[in-house]
């Protein structure tokens, strides 16, 4: 028994049971230790992205920690965009990431790197194993704040801690730590708010965007007369015929401040204070107005489903509105050349009950949301960040995490390619993903951008900068090369034959959707 095996045992006694790795020189005394483990499941990635957008995907629908194995700063370094968009869903997650050994750090050899200020932007805590001894403490203290706060814990090991002879003492559970308290003169608050004349925003996220508290939040309005609204990306919502329907607050800063123009007060319950992703000339950065009263009533800490359904009752409000009804898809679209909505319209008609989407369609994908409220129930994924580069690893970890629901990828083609080794991972894994590619080769987000700060016409760097073209990507050769089989379809009917075969199909598939 030495360190590592110790940090598996621990990680087990915590249902941490699957480990999305890429590891390397320092990590070889805990993947030793893995390979004396087969409770739990070591998932590979070719690129450590890939192995934190997994983490991240198979959290969210697990509802527990998933581990991530990565070698010292820069291994961990590679994983930084995607434990960005991690921390933003609030996932809770614990990487191991292994150093030098102790008494080596002195020589200063080439990987040596301060790993610690390297996972601190995106981590919700950090700590270095400094011993043996320190194990049990150090590892129960990373699994209460991945699940607590709840988020993104760094363990650092370092090799000599891995390898030191460890006692054989019994190994036990750490307790989870209760949910957050709520405030009581802020519910109060809220509550008078409610039952006034005031203009009232009850903005959700987090566990508030499951089915039965979204039921209570529903009441609440239909009661108070307040406004639902969810913030505009969630880590997942649970959508479709028989639940409520509930609105985002759009990207575009100028489309968020009109939809809150009338707001008086702002209830946060797991949501965060929306802001524009960006500054622009002349706009302002936050959509609601300098007068408007901001309650941040609970973060995703507190049992928000409990907190929802005890305002509810607090306001008699026991009449849930009928929920959206099934049987009404939306239409489908003509033969002809595909457009991102007709890609859209399509895949909202065909959602297999209890499906996972992952969407990171962006600019081609953004009118699916709306089209896919009457689609059959399923759980929805989204890029949390903005960092891209997240949708083909978190449907890996999303399939991982529940191997009995299709995953259905949505996926723009610029940022897939950010993660594009994740396919492989998926064919090693037979993930049962349906990978849709939106191919408009182009960045079409930095051309809305460009335009948003008055630039309109696009000389030749800017277009070699904003295009994917020159060549074109082969979506169709990319993924076979990694073991994924798929098609090519430039045509609605094209597309339709495709997205029937992908769907009957158990395991990896992909289509290139060229728009």
């Known amino acids: 028994m030495n360190g590592a095996d110790r940090l598996c045992d621990l990680l087990l006694a915590n249902d941490v049971d699957v480990c999305f790795a890429n590891p390397g020189t320092s990590e070889m005394h805990f993947v030793a230790a893995l390979d004396r483990k087969p409770e739990m499941r070591c998932v590979l990635g070719l690129f450590e992205g890939v192995v934190t957008g997994a983490a991240d995907g198979y959290a969210r629908m ?17 994983g930084l965009a995607n434990l960005h968009n991690a921390r933003r869903a609030e996932t809770p997650m614990i990487n191991i990431v292994g150093d030098h050994a102790t008494y080596h750090l002195q020589y200063d050899a080439p990987l040596t790197s301060d790993i610690e200020s390297i996972a601190r932007p995106m981590s919700n805590w950090v700590r270095t194993i400094a011993s043996v001894d320190a194990m049990d403490r150090d590892t129960g203290d990373a699994y209460a704040a991945a699940v607590s706060l709840p988020g993104v814990a760094t363990l650092i090991l370092p090799a000599d801690v891995a390898w030191s002879p460890a006692a054989e003492t019994p190994v036990e559970r750490t ?9 009581e003169e802020l519910l109060g608050t809220v509550i008078d708010a409610l039952r006034s004349d005031q203009r009232v925003m009850i903005m959700l996220s987090g566990t508030a965007l499951r089915a039965e508290p979204l039921r209570a939040a529903s009441a609440i309005a239909a009661k108070t007369k307040a406004r639902l609204m969810a913030q505009t990306s969630n880590a997942r919502m649970e959508r479709g015929a028989g639940r ?4 985002k607050l759009p990207y575009r800063i100028d489309l968020a401040v009109e939809t809150m123009r ?3 007060v702002l209830v946060l319950i797991g949501a965060i204070a929306p802001a524009a992703f960006f500054a622009y000339p002349s706009k302002p950065g936050v959509p609601y107005r300098d007068d408007c009263d901001v309650i941040h009533l609970a973060s995703s800490a507190s049992d928000l489903p409990a907190l929802l359904s005890r305002m509810a009752h607090e306001l008699g409000a026991t009449e849930v509105p009928s929920p959206s009804s099934p049987g009404q898809p939306t239409a489908a679209p003509e ?4 457009t991102g909505e007709s890609v859209c319209r399509m895949v909202a008609r065909a ?4 499906a996972v989407i992952c969407d990171e ?3 081609s994908g953004a009118s699916f949301y709306g089209l896919s409220h009457e689609s059959a129930p399923h759980d929805y994924l989204e890029l949390t960040g903005g960092a891209i580069g997240v949708g083909i690893p978190l449907s ?9 629901r299709k995953v259905i990828c949505l996926q723009a083609d610029g940022s897939g390619m950010y993660t594009v080794q994740g396919l492989w991972s998926q064919a090693r894994e037979n993930a049962d993903v349906l990978t849709i590619v939106l191919a408009n080769r182009t960045y079409g987000t930095l051309h809305f951008e460009m335009r948003n700060v008055g630039v309109n016409q696009f000389g030749e760097n800017a277009s070699m900068m904003l295009n994917l073209d020159k060549p074109d990507l082969d979506w169709v050769s990319l993924a076979k090369g990694m073991g994924v089989d798929g098609g090519h379809a430039t045509t609605v009917a094209e597309f339709a034959s495709l997205l029937k075969t992908g769907l009957a199909r158990k395991g990896p598939f992909l289509i290139q959707a060229s728009i």
Request: proline share 11%.
């Open 244 to 247: 409520v329907t509930i609105e």
């Open 335 to 338: 033969d002809g050349a595909l």
């Open 175 to 183: 307790e989870r730590p209760l949910p957050a308290a709520i405030s």
């Open 361 to 363: 369609s962006i600019s």
């Open 262 to 264: 009338d707001v008086d």
């Open 396 to 404: 890996l970890g999303a399939s991982l995490a529940c191997p009995d």
């Open 62 to 78: 697990a509802g527990k920690p998933a581990a991530t194995l990565l070698h010292l700063g820069p291994g961990l370094g590679n």
């Open 351 to 354: 959602i297999p009950e209890g």
